[in-house]
């Protein structure tokens, strides 16, 4: 059973102004691995700054698909520094990351350019060369010339083909 009132401790020093503080604590919670994600997650939209860096970086070596959808929302931030930790977390995820991808791809979440950025960058970084392969049509979407148009309709016929 993981200590709650560590996690919360080690959450509160990723705000700490002392960038080793900030470290130790965030490689702290990565060392719980799994047992960190939901706390992670449920910081995400208090933590600015440094500490969300850290917060996200947690969850991006973490890797665990519970913290995919949060990833996926982190992608159209407004920071570039944020937005590519997510995608590596994701990248990281694989598979089970993919779908709530497309999702987001698949609705007016598209309109984000910094969106369809990252996911290309996610989908292109992608180990599993089959699971590529199923979405070369949403790459090729994100790579034309009108992706914010192409990619919704190539997501959601990955979405509704494939079993993800």
């Given at each position: 059973?993981t200590?709650t009132k ?7 020093l990723?705000?700490?102004p ?6 130790s ?18 910081k995400?939209?208090?933590?600015k700054?440094?500490a ?5 970086k ?18 159209s931030?407004e ?10 977390g ?25 969106l ?13 060369k ?14 034309s ?15 509704l083909?494939?079993?993800?």
């Open positions: 059973m200590d560590f996690i919360a401790q080690q959450l509160e990723l705000k700490d002392n960038g080793l503080v900030r470290q604590a965030r490689l702290a919670l990565e060392d719980l691995g799994k047992a960190s994600v939901p706390y992670l997650v449920a995400l939209d208090e933590n700054g440094d969300l860096w850290e917060n996200v947690a969850l991006s070596r973490i890797g665990d698909a519970s913290s995919a959808g949060a990833l996926v929302k982190l992608l931030h920071v570039s520094d944020i937005r590519w930790l997510a995608s590596l994701l990248i990281k995820i694989g598979k089970e990351g993919v779908k709530p991808l497309l999702r987001a791809l698949s609705l007016s979440d598209a309109r984000s350019p910094f369809r950025e990252e996911a290309h960058h996610v989908l292109t970084g992608l180990r599993d089959e699971l590529k392969s199923n979405l070369s049509g949403v790459i090729k979407a994100l790579e010339n009108s992706p914010r148009s192409d990619a919704p309709v190539a997501a959601e016929a990955v979405l083909n494939l079993k993800l």
